[in-house]
Each structure stands twice: as structure tokens, then as C-alpha cells.
């Protein structure tokens, strides 16, 4: 007899191969359409399931764990944060917790170096006065921006995704400088010649630029707040890929409408979707939807991520990418 298939729910839609994949490996249960979990439909999920695929959109805490049933052993997380995961109550449940690492960390690097020439080099500026038909020709005065090279980059958070960054703006030609809870080895830093500052206080006063790419954890809430925001020099940007809850929302945005900082490009925000409209008025500011990761091969590979850490559970194994609270 055929060992029996573990009952998979999968939050939002994935890529169609990882679906595929996975209703030949499982009894999945995919969604359909593409819309969020309401809170009783997460509910009923967990009490259901052996294994939840939740994503960042989905808040697994301890008052959604105590209502799930005996059978849920393991919420392979679609992502590489597990901030909205109360990792350690799943735990306390017998509930283990697996992520996707590194699997974005290219891709993130990537809309890094997009954000920071789109802010300083005023990409969405030039693009609307295009679209909206405003342009007369060109003008030795016209839409300057600033030179990238030879700028200063500091970066908060130096993991795959920071040292990812580094390479880049190294290819830039900008100056490479980061803060970070334990220091490079050597080799490493040599490799992108970074500067450490065990200080972030005295880091984000002498940088240029700011690339925010530290995890949201309790000690990094806000971790951007008030008091540090005004350590910027007025000319500064402020780049953040990472999550927005490390970055004081309203404080940035009192900075940047008092011209306190030069600009910002944000592809996460504090409140998820719902933005500080304030923030929209400004032609200071690149605003994007989450878009840090969105590749298709990236969305890919996490889905195969996802399924090699189900599959070894089912083995009876521990899934490779588990998490557990000592990481956070």
C-alpha cells in the first residue's frame, strides 16, 4: 500500500511548475484566485491541515495557532521572513517552521541599485513628464540628477542580500560602508573593500546613501527612527528592500517634506499596502509594490525550496531550511 500523501494548504497562487509539482507529490489543496486568506478561512486551514504554506501576507500567530489541530506539523513559510510567524509558540506547539534563504538575495540586490539610480538620477521623474507629454526638448539645466559614483553606501544588514548589494555598487563606483550585528571576516569585506562601523549612529551621519537590508526582528523595529533619521546629512537617500517596520514611516516622511532628506526609495512600508498617503506627493520618492523578489525564477526557486522542505519532512527528516527562534 502506498504510504499516505500529507494534506498540504497553500495560501495564495505560485507559480504554475510549483503547483504542478506539488499535486504530484501531495494532497494540496492550491487557492484560487489569488486573493488573500481571510482570517476564518487561515482558521479553518490549520485545523485541517498537516502542512500550511503560508507567505509574508499571512499572519500565523499565537491566536491562530492555538486553534489549529493535531495534525499540522509543519508551516513551510513561501519566503524567506518569517516575522509574521510566532516561530517560537508554532514550536512550543510541536509545529516546526521552514523559510526559503537566499533564494531572493540576487534579485533584491538588484531593485537595490534600481531604487537608488531611480531616486538619484530622477528615473520616474523623467518618465512621467514623457508619458504626460510635458517634454520640449532637451536643456543643459534639465532634470539633473546627481553622479552615483564616488558616493558613500552605507548598508544596515550585511547577509546575502547587503553583501549582494555591495558588489553592485562596488561596480558603480560608489563607496562601500556597512553596519551589521557581527562584523565580516575579513575576506569578505576585502572582497567588496567595506568599512564597518560597529556604531550605526556615527555610519548613518557620514553616508550618502542608506540601503535599509536587515530583517524586521523586535530589536529592528523602527530601528530608522526619529532621532536617527535626523543624523542624515540634508543631501542623503534612504533605500529600504527589507521590511518597512525598521523604518519610522511618519518620521521619514516629515523628513523628506522638510527637506531634511534628499529622497527615498521604498519597496516595503510599515503598514503593508497601506502607505502614508503623504508620501505619494512626493517627487522625491519611488514608490514600489513589494517588488524586490519578483522574478519568475525567483518565485521558482522558492516554490522548489518550499517543496524540498516539505518532501523531507515527509521523509521523516528535518526540513533543511527549519527555523528556529535562537535565529531570529
Known sequence: MPAKRLSVVVTRRLPEVVETRMKELFDVELRDPDTRMTREELADAVKRCDVLVPCVTDLIDATLLAQAGERLKLIANYGAGVDHIDVATARARGVLVSNTPGVGAEDT?????????GVVRRI??????????????????GHLGGRVGGRRLGILGMGRIGQAVARRARAFGMQIHYHNRRRLRPEVEAEVEATYWESLD???????????????????????NARRLKLLKPTAVVVNTSRGEVIDEN???RGLRAGEIAGAGLDVFEHGHEINPRLRELPNVVLLPHMGSATVEGRVEMGEKVILNIKTFADGHRPPDQVVPGML
Open 109 to 117: 540586490a538588484d531593485m537595490v541599485m534600481a531604487l537608488i539610480l
Open 124 to 141: 520616474p521623474e523623467g518618465m512621467a513628464e514623457m508619458q504626460a507629454g510635458r517634454w520640449t526638448g532637451w536643456s543643459p539645466m
Open 202 to 224: 556615527q555610519m548613518m551621519a557620514r553616508m550618502d546613501i542608506i540601503s535599509v537590508n536587515c530583517p524586521h526582528t523586535p530589536s529592528t523595529f523602527h530601528l530608522l
Open 251 to 253: 518620521a521619514l516622511t
